[in-house]
């Protein structure tokens, strides 16, 4: 009896791409030990949780390790060792990026989850945003500066790679032309050239002009650049509120009123005060002379990945036969959290300013948006590899039919189906300890000692209270967290 063939070594491909799929039970001890939340703030063990699940991130998974874990130290206040872990995960996401190659065909022969991790668009940018935050719970704004500068040049190189991306061609050229036509017949979108709509960060403009004034006492502040910062802020959170529905924060335009003032540039500060005659905004002359309390909220959690398989019918040899792969979806992602309320207190209890944050920054809604980019281009890679293990398959029980009889044709089939299975597991990594939402606060007060009550609305409803105390000039960063 003649065997039948198979690819080779497409069984050892197989078993191993069993084991592939990511970590996930880390998340619900991490966001379980979040909802215990002492008056300090959040739990010491979050940064233990990741810690002790070290073991089942396998080696290409080592940036999404130091994603997590990154984050599980700036969540807890751990900022120096945060920071660590965040620019292990940078040179690695950076390496990866520069080895990467823009010829999509070098997947068509395995999976997704065989490549080492390196995030989305997104995702990567987040490492800097929330290392800004590390870098400012220090009181070092010209590191946060640096971190949020870097973001700019991130997704402008990102988005420059993506219209060089090309088809195999050669000896693929036929499986191509036939996923093209099956996912068009089908209505299901692909576009190996999609760019991103997500080609800048509003907050993280803002937050540019924020380190800018912060840098004042040492001599480093420049209006003009903070001008620009919070101008940029302006015009890119007018493009979300298009591109995902998301609100254009109150806080942005007194601050760019007041850095538009402080540059000279009177012609556009009389523009801005037709535009938004009602604003309340202070010269900078007054706001130096005061302190000011940087509130950032972490609210909810991100969505996370989950497999979804497309099954699609194909004429092959004179048959029907059945295409199916697996893809990547979002699922859940939000926050119960409505806002903060603010009061600053004096010695003998009087409050002195009161403030609610907004929301600054929507990761939900920024990130889905950025995967169904990113779904467009990769789309058709696993339609290909669909259709080439499919043919395989057909061959292999035809070839197991006509040698080996009935016998032979269910082995084929049974064997080419448990490969197909296990080696179109979806890639449903993903960097789940981000917050839903950032929101975002400032309170400007005199020079002195405060009580600060920090009082959520929504979510778990805690207090947080702390002592503080400003001189002129001087920023503090107070944050708060809930993953509701």
Same mark, same amino acid.
């Given at each position: 009896?003649?065997?039948?063939?198979?690819? @080779?070594?497409?069984?050892?491909?197989?078993?191993?791409?069993?084991?592939?799929?990511?970590?996930?039970?880390?998340?619900?001890?991490?966001?379980?030990?979040?909802?215990?939340? $002492?008056?300090?703030?959040?739990?010491?063990?979050?940064?233990?949780?990741?810690?002790?699940?070290?073991?089942?991130?396998?080696?290409?998974? /080592?940036?999404?390790?130091?994603?997590?874990?990154?984050?599980?130290?700036?969540?807890?206040?751990?900022?120096?060792?945060?920071?660590?872990?965040?620019?292990?995960?940078?040179?690695?996401?950076?390496?990866?990026?520069?080895?990467?190659?823009?010829?999509?065909?070098?997947?068509?022969?395995?999976?997704?989850?065989?490549? $080492?991790?390196?995030?989305?668009?997104?995702?990567?940018?987040?490492?800097?945003?929330?290392?800004?935050?590390?870098?400012?719970?220090?009181?070092?704004?010209?590191?946060?500066? #640096?971190?949020?500068?870097?973001?700019?040049?991130?997704?402008?190189?990102?988005?420059?790679?993506?219209?060089?991306?090309?088809?195999?061609?050669?000896?693929?050229?036929?499986?191509?032309?036939?996923?093209?036509?099956?996912?068009?017949? %089908?209505?299901? @979108?692909?576009?190996?050239?999609?760019?991103?709509?997500?080609?800048?960060?509003?907050?993280?403009? *803002?937050?540019?002009?924020?380190?800018?004034?912060?840098?004042?006492?040492?001599?480093?502040?420049?209006?003009?650049?903070?001008?620009?910062?919070?101008?940029?802020?302006?015009?890119?959170? /007018?493009?979300?509120?298009?591109?995902?529905?998301?609100?254009?924060?109150?806080?942005? #335009?007194?601050?760019?009123?007041?850095? =538009?003032?402080?540059?000279?540039?009177?012609?556009?500060?009389?523009?801005?005060?037709?535009?938004?005659?009602?604003?309340?905004?202070?010269?900078?002359?007054?706001?130096?002379?005061?302190?000011?309390?940087?509130?950032?909220?972490?609210?909810?959690?991100?969505? %996370?990945?989950?497999?979804?398989?497309?099954?699609? @019918?194909?004429?092959? *040899?004179?048959?029907?036969?059945?295409?199916?792969?697996?893809?990547?979806?979002?699922?859940?992602?939000?926050?119960?959290?409505?806002?903060?309320?603010?009061?600053?207190?004096?010695?003998?209890? +009087?409050?002195?300013?009161?403030?609610?944050? !907004?929301?600054?920054?929507?990761?939900?809604?920024?990130?889905?948006?950025? *995967?169904?980019?990113?779904?467009?281009?990769?789309?058709?890679? !696993?339609?290909?590899?669909?259709?080439?293990?499919?043919?395989?398959?057909?061959?292999?029980?035809?070839?197991?039919?006509?040698?080996?009889?009935?016998?032979?044709?269910?082995?084929?089939?049974?064997?080419?189906?448990?490969?197909?299975?296990?080696?179109?597991?979806?890639?449903?990594?993903?960097? +789940?300890?981000? @917050?839903?939402?950032?929101?975002?606060? !400032?309170?400007?007060?005199?020079?002195?000692?405060?009580?600060?009550?920090?009082?959520?609305?929504?979510?778990?409803?805690?207090?947080?209270?702390?002592?503080?105390?400003? =001189?002129?000039?001087?920023?503090?960063?107070?944050?708060? #967290?809930?993953?509701?």
């Amino acid at each position: 009896m003649r065997s039948f063939p198979l690819s @080779p070594g497409i069984l050892a491909i197989s078993l191993f791409l069993v084991s592939c799929a990511p970590p996930v039970s880390q998340y619900r001890h991490y966001y379980d030990t979040l909802s215990i939340y $002492p008056g300090s703030g959040p739990d010491p063990a979050l940064v233990r949780t990741i810690e002790k699940a070290k073991g089942s991130y396998p080696d290409r998974d /080592r940036v999404l390790y130091w994603m997590d874990v990154g984050m599980a130290h700036d969540v807890v206040g751990q900022f120096a060792k945060s920071e660590r872990e965040f620019r292990d995960a940078e040179r690695m996401e950076r390496q990866l990026f520069t080895k990467s190659v823009t010829r999509i065909a070098l997947s068509y022969q395995t999976n997704d989850l065989v490549l $080492p991790f390196r995030g989305m668009p997104f995702e990567r940018v987040m490492i800097n945003l929330v290392n800004s935050f590390n870098y400012a719970g220090q009181g070092d704004w010209n590191g946060a500066l #640096v971190e949020t500068r870097k973001i700019r040049e991130k997704l402008v190189r990102y988005n420059r790679r993506y219209p060089k991306a090309t088809l195999a061609g050669g000896q693929y050229s036929r499986s191509e032309s036939i996923a093209q036509e099956l996912l068009a017949r %089908h209505n299901i @979108p692909s576009n190996v050239h999609q760019l991103n709509h997500y080609t800048d960060d509003a907050f993280a403009r *803002f937050l540019s002009g924020v380190y800018q004034e912060a840098e004042v006492n040492t001599g480093g502040v420049d209006y003009q650049s903070a001008m620009i910062s919070y101008r940029k802020a302006l015009d890119t959170y /007018r493009k979300n509120a298009i591109l995902y529905g998301t609100p254009v924060p109150k806080f942005v #335009v007194p601050a760019l009123l007041r850095a =538009t003032d402080a540059a000279g540039r009177t012609g556009f500060r009389s523009r801005l005060l037709r535009e938004y005659p009602s604003v309340p905004w202070v010269r900078e002359t007054t706001f130096a002379k005061e302190g000011h309390i940087i509130f950032v909220g972490y609210d909810g959690r991100i969505f %996370h990945l989950v497999p979804d398989r497309i099954v699609l @019918p194909l004429p092959l *040899f004179g048959t029907l036969s059945m295409v199916s792969f697996n893809l990547p979806k979002p699922a859940g992602g939000g926050t119960s959290v409505s806002d903060y309320r603010i009061d600053i207190r004096n010695d003998q209890s +009087q409050t002195v300013a009161s403030v609610h944050s !907004e929301e600054a920054e929507n990761l939900d809604a920024i990130g889905k948006t950025n *995967f169904q980019d990113h779904l467009k281009r990769i789309v058709l890679r !696993e339609a290909v590899r669909a259709i080439l293990k499919t043919t395989e398959e057909v061959v292999a029980q035809r070839e197991g039919e006509r040698y080996g009889g009935i016998l032979g044709f269910l082995g084929a089939m049974i064997v080419g189906d448990v490969a197909n299975v296990a080696s179109d597991e979806a890639d449903t990594r993903s960097w +789940q300890t981000l @917050p839903a939402v950032f929101s975002f606060a !400032e309170a400007d007060v005199a020079p002195g000692s405060y009580w600060v009550t920090v009082t959520e609305s929504g979510g778990s409803e805690h207090v947080q209270k702390r002592r503080v105390t400003l =001189t002129a000039g001087q920023y503090l960063l107070i944050r708060d #967290v809930d993953g509701r």
